[in-house]
């Protein structure tokens, strides 16, 4: 794969738990900063609620529009669990019950001695030509069909999956980032960042104001593929914030979340 | 307004730094507790990068499907601050510098004892037919146009905009909800649940699986209109939790976030 080549990823969060703020999402997160490490920059996410059409037209314009597609939530057992049958619809395969996943639901089921259910049973449906994604950690499997990569929502059980799939990937350019932080604000900088983003068009400048501690400040992200160059933009950019008469903080100040 | 009437509403977050890990977002579950309790559903979130094409084309693409639109992030001064440009685009409305916007700004930075500078000005634009929604925190406003109210990035910012302009928003009919959580692993409570749904169809049934203290269990949340309905449906639930040999918790079981 070429050193420079961008390959991208679309995060969709599948739930009403999300939406009605329930539950707070930490698998995009966890998602951008693993697949950044892999050289894949996520795009875009999506957050979409337990409806067939909303999943069907959301993962088909995803799929369409990034090399790959992670999906969270939705293969449970219960009723609002329509993942499965909604990835088979959007691809137009059929919807069966597989049966390696059987197998290894069965498998599960009598090392825990928890009943065989259909409603367990139907954890093991995925589409047609699906391959599965390992689940180590509660046995359900997720699956992949084509750039369409399907997982749990319950973090713990995601992250294990991905962990699983990740080798498979192929990713791109690796992006590198630099933090620095000042007490300097944001409207006293911006000027001078502007004409720095403008000096390194390869390199993305992210500028995150805060107020911590009655002050204001600024974190300053850049990122780009190029190490070298990465460090010497800090280092301008430590020179600009002296000459405003505050000091560089390299990695960035931290600040409680709701400040910034 | 009519006690039946479904109000929807989509956010918007915008910026690098949701999709690269850097920051959480917190303004997707505020913003959904928020509304809710306005009667208003948020029925999808999108996460995009600071990039014009992507923003254009989902406020457009938003705003068309929901009664109202939400976006989060990319007002401030700096290069990487489109936001406001983009919806004068979106909505093909020239920016301007909104005499209003000006003023409120240049008394800020009088008071501030802060250097008036372009960049800081640039928070001043706004489309052409902008109403300004008050930013009590920092002073730079965010702006409404039709259905799209634009908001700042930082939560405490956002929140204290969101507190200006919530008694504007047109609500409809308000959803309740009850919590009844068990040790009962979601597989073994799945039809019965599916049978539940089917007996309240405009009750949303969501079923919430977790692994805590090496025991699965299942938090059931009921949603709708109707609290007589909920409580009657939680007692059923009640019911059906001890003939599976487990005490049902209302409220339900407080679980780690990484488990649930």
Redesign the interface.
Known sequence: MSDTKRVTAAVLVIG???????????N???????L?LLGI??????????TES?IIETVNALRAKYDYVFTTGGI??????ITSACIAKAFGQKLIRNPEAERLLRERMAKME??V????L??AETPEFAELVHNP??GAPGFRVENVYVMAG???VMQAMFEGIKDQLEGGVTLE?VTVGSYV????I??E??LL?DAYPDM????????FDSK?GTNL?L?GPDTEQLNEAAAKLGDLIRTLGQQPVEGGIEVP????
Request: charged content about 30%.
């Open positions: 009403n738990e999300i939406l009605s703020g329930r539950t707070h999402d930490s995009i997160p966890y998602l951008g900063t693993e950044n920059q996520m795009r875009e996410a999506r957050v979409v609620a337990d909303e449970g057992p219960t009723h609002d669990d928890v009943e259910t259909e409603a367990r139907k954890m950690v509660s319950i973090p713990r980032s604000p944001e409207g006293s911006a000027s960042l502007g983003q993305d400048i992210g500028s995150y104001p805060f107020f204001p992200v990122r979340k709701s400040d910034s």
